[in-house]
């Protein structure tokens, strides 16, 4: 591995913290199988808010989060799309 390839790297996050992340679009995609596109950004939170608790995944609503704050993984999730799925972008801390 050069210098250049050691900078851009990616350190995957823990495996736990990996499983989580699954359980959780699992959860985006029960609510986009249910609701389909289209609908307003309240509406996909309020679904996803009863899948989470579902599921028992721990959650806060509309928490502010400071642009400089170490998260190791963080998922995009656009409920405004066909199949889901191609709406889920996996953004891990480099």
């Known amino acids: 591995m050069n210098r250049q390839d050691a ?3 990616k350190i995957e996050p823990h495996k736990t913290l990996d499983r989580l992340a699954q359980t959780v679009i699992g959860a985006a995609i029960e609510v986009h199988r249910h609701l389909g596109p289209g609908y307003l950004e309240s509406l996909y939170e309020e679904a996803l808010t009863i899948e989470l608790g579902l599921r028992h995944i721990p ?10 704050e170490e998260c190791h993984l ?3 999730i656009n409920f405004n799309v066909p199949v889901l799925k191609s709406g889920i972008q996996r953004v891990v801390l480099s």
């Open 7 to 9: 900078k851009t790297a």
């Open 59 to 68: 959650f806060e609503r509309q928490k502010p989060v400071a642009v400089n």
């Open 74 to 76: 963080g998922l995009l």
